[in-house]
């Protein structure tokens, strides 16, 4: 090659070649973005469900099926998606309950069983709190 080889000008087109590639990058690595956070909420809900789903079978004796369907049902009868009942229910099962989710959570306590089965209600540690279940806490479970 020659000094002037280097000196030409480009081939028409080449800049924006690889303009339009860097653009189509930016294009992937957002939707790539918005995709990994779409599979980490998902994954988060579907930890929360997990969760109540096993307080809800150890609390009223249920097998995971029975606790699952129990959590269906609760969902479809006050028309709201179950993730969004499972959080309410985690929220005050931690004592996190925010008072805008105050009148659901009461909805949800009056949809499940009043009487837990014995020995159901352990604390799984100091952070654990009750899931609503409209009835008083038990003075000898604790």
Partial sequence: MTRSDFLATPEP???????????LLQTRIRELEQETATLRAGLESRQHLGFV???????????????????????????????????????????????????????????LPQTAVPGGNHAAGSRARELPTGQSPDPDST
């Avoid at 087109?13 to 653009?23: K, L, Q, R």
């Fill in 53 to 111: 789903t096993g307080v809800l079978a150890q609390r009223y004796g249920l097998d995971p099926d029975q606790a699952w369907n129990l959590l269906t049902q609760v969902s479809q009868h006050l028309n709201v998606k179950a993730r969004r009942v499972a959080q309410v229910m985690l929220d005050a099962y931690r004592g996190e309950l925010d008072t805008t989710d105050a009148a659901l959570a009461t909805s949800i306590a009056r949809l």
């Fill in 13 to 23: 087109g080449a800049p924006d070649a690889a303009i339009d590639d860097f653009v």
